[in-house]
Structures are given as structure tokens and as C-alpha cells.
């Protein structure tokens, strides 16, 4: 509670690695803990596995000092594994930024990737066996082990108490709680956790007397472009600086990557593979045109536009030449989208202008 969820797209050629993982639970996402650097700006970072659960408060643990290591991580199945367990790591996030430490961990895998028992976790001890700070097992409590301690005679993992529950449960393994069967232990745990509401979550916040409203995300104004290029000019500039008004992009075909990654961002909507009657009604509903897009235009926008009688904004290379132009409201420079942008928001003054008014 309290915290930003950002949506981070990985797409793009930079993350298309075809790299093996031996272990049939795991797939290829797991390697995508290399690339926090690259989407998280905070100096010291905690990574969390998907199949763990959180009992407990871990001010304690972001409290730790972790020096001039690369990260702190609890000993893979209780000391009985190899290195460590890469499913709980505080990240020294400055440090792998400043040392490029991301392109070292791919550089590493595109050499060891086939030689590894572990995926990623293996490369992670490769790369810092002894660099990293010991972390207490009530961090990362292995319970999905159980089978495989018990496989291997290793009774003293039973005889760990569980009373009070660890503050991070670790559901390593195949042997998941959320399977048909399984032996594991604490699966009501996880049970407790996916079956409870929102409405509990919030209740328990609300009475330490800290209150989160809901808040619901209503744009003031709209934009739209339609596009046959995966080239939008200036496209990520525009909707950082413009977080008010809301950008659908469609195209009749499916979209590049440079495209896609737009959906991370709370006020686009992209609409591939979209259909004519939809971009017809995009338009009648929009405020502003954007002909933005590079390459061969869609003509049939122009009709659109015309008949619903809306201002057109284009940036001087992305102008259209079936235009002449006195048919755009504004025709800005690339090399200083600002100046778009305060238009943009003239409108934007303008509209809610208007409904201040009409209230």
C-alpha cells in the first residue's frame, strides 16, 4: 500500500536472448533480474520471486547496509544447496549501475547459459560468489524444499520452527501450494494470502489510521493518431510532458516493439490490428488530431477529421503532403516539441475553461 506500479514492457531486440534454463518450472522471464538497473532508479532495490509470500514487515531488511557488496541473499536450501538463493536478493542497485554490472550478467549467461544447473541463479553465484552479504534465512525461508530435504535426509530443515511464521515464505521448487496436490508444507499460507480481498488489505491499513483512496484516472482531454509507421515523432516526449491528456494510437496493422512499449505509460492506449468504424469513432470523440506519424499516410483520416470538423497539430517532417497548410491548426518544429506541447495545453486551459462554465 503506498507504493507506484509501473508497468515495464521488455520488448525490443535487446531482449530477445535465446538462452536455456534446465529447470522445467522456470521460464525465461526469470533472467529479466538483470535488467533492474535499467527500469528501477532507487540505489537499493528488493527482488522478490512470484511464488513467496510476504508475513511480515521488512523495513528491517531495507535497513540493511550492503557496503561495498553486490547484493544480500539467503544460502541456497538452508547451506545444503550451492551459493546462494537468488529468489529474495537486496540489490545494491548504485552500484550494479555504476559498474554496468546488467551487461556483465548477459555477457556471462550468453557463455555459461548451457552449462548451468540453475538458469540465472547459477550465473548470479558465478558472477558474485564472493561478493555478496549473507542474509537471514526468516528472509527467504525455503519452505518449497521440503521435498527435496526429505529426499535427501536432511531432517534438520523440519526441526527449523515455524513459530512465528518467517517474514518471507519461498515456495521454491515444482511442488507449488497452488498445485492439485503437494507435500509441502504451509501451503494454507499461501492460500490465506490469495483468497483474502482488497477490501481486508485496506480495512487493516485503515485502522493503523493510514487511508488510501481510490483513485480513478479520468483524462481532461484526448488526442489520436492513426498510423502505418512505427515512427511516431516526438510520441514520448508528448506523453510525459502531457500526463492530462490522453493519447490513443491505432493502426491497421499490428504494431513494432517502439509501438507496443507505449502501453506503459497510464495515458496511451494503442489499438493494433484496429478496423475502420473504431478509428472513425476515435476521432469524433477526440479533441486533437496528432499527424505525427513518419512515412505513408492513411488518407482516409484526413475525411475523417474534415467531416468531425477537428484541429490538426503535425511537426514540420511529419507533415503531410496532401495537405496543404492551412489545414493544420499547427505546424512545430521537431527540434522543439515544447512548443507543440504548450499548444497542447492552451487547448487543454481551453476545454477546461469550458466546463468550468458549463458546471
Not at 559498474?99 to 558472477?127: K, P, Y
Not at 515444482?174 to 483474502?196: A, I
Not at 474534415?306 to 503535425?314: A, D, G, V
Request: with cysteine.
Amino acid at each position: 500500500m503506498g507504493g507506484e506500479l509501473v508497468d515495464v514492457k521488455m520488448l525490443g531486440a535487446q531482449f530477445q536472448m535465446n538462452w536455456s534454463n534446465k529447470l522445467p518450472h522456470i521460464n525465461h522471464m526469470t533472467f529479466a533480474r538483470y535488467f533492474i538497473p535499467d527500469f528501477v532508479e532507487e540505489d537499493k532495490v528488493l527482488y522478490l520471486d512470484s511464488d513467496l509470500v510476504v508475513t511480515a514487515d521488512l523495513t528491517a531488511l531495507f535497513e540493511m547496509d550492503l557496503g561495498e557488496n553486490y547484493l544480500a541473499a539467503a544460502p541456497s536450501c538452508f547451506g545444503v544447496g550451492v551459493g546462494f538463493n537468488a529468489g529474495v536478493l537486496l540489490i545494491n542497485n548504485k552500484k550494479w549501475r555504476a559498474e554496468a554490472v546488467r551487461q556483465e550478467l548477459v555477457e556471462l549467461t550468453e557463455r555459461e547459459h548451457q552449462n548451468v544447473s540453475e538458469g540465472d541463479q547459477s550465473i548470479l553465484n558465478m558472477l558474485f560468489h564472493d561478493s555478496y552479504a549473507p542474509l537471514d534465512q526468516n528472509y527467504n525461508f525455503q519452505i518449497g524444499f521440503d521435498s527435496g530435504a526429505a529426499s535427501h535426509g536432511h531432517e534438520f530443515i523440519f526441526q527449523i520452527p515455524l513459530e512465528p511464521l518467517p517474514a518471507i515464505l519461498h515456495f521454491l521448487s515444482q511442488d507449488k501450494p497452488w498445485n492439485t496436490h503437494s507435500v509441502g508444507r504451509l501451503r494454507e499460507v499461501w492460500w490465506h494470502y490469495h483468497l483474502m480481498e482488497w477490501s481486508a488489505i485496506t480495512e487493516k491499513w485503515r485502522q493503523a489510521g493510514i487511508d488510501y483512496p481510490v483513485t480513478v484516472y479520468q483524462p481532461v482531454m484526448t488526442c489520436v493518431n492513426l498510423t502505418n509507421s512505427w515512427h511516431l515523432e516526438k510520441i514520448d516526449y508528448l506523453v510525459q510532458a502531457l500526463p492530462e491528456v490522453h493519447f490513443y494510437i491505432a493502426a491497421y496493422t499490428t504494431m513494432a516493439p517502439e509501438l507496443m512499449l507505449l502501453s506503459r505509460f497510464e495515458n496511451v492506449t494503442l489499438y493494433p490490428n484496429t478496423f475502420p468504424l473504431l478509428v472513425e469513432k476515435l476521432i469524433q470523440q477526440t479533441d486533437v488530431y496528432l499527424d505525427i506519424n513518419h512515412d505513408d499516410k492513411l488518407s482516409v483520416v484526413y475525411d475523417y477529421i474534415s467531416r468531425f470538423e477537428k484541429p490538426i497539430l503535425t511537426f514540420d517532417n511529419t507533415q503531410s503532403r496532401e495537405l496543404p497548410e492551412s489545414a493544420y491548426a499547427g505546424i512545430f518544429s521537431a527540434e522543439r516539441p515544447e512548443e507543440m506541447v504548450a499548444a497542447l495545453t492552451a487547448y487543454l486551459d481551453e476545454k477546461l475553461t469550458k466546463t468550468e462554465i458549463e458546471i
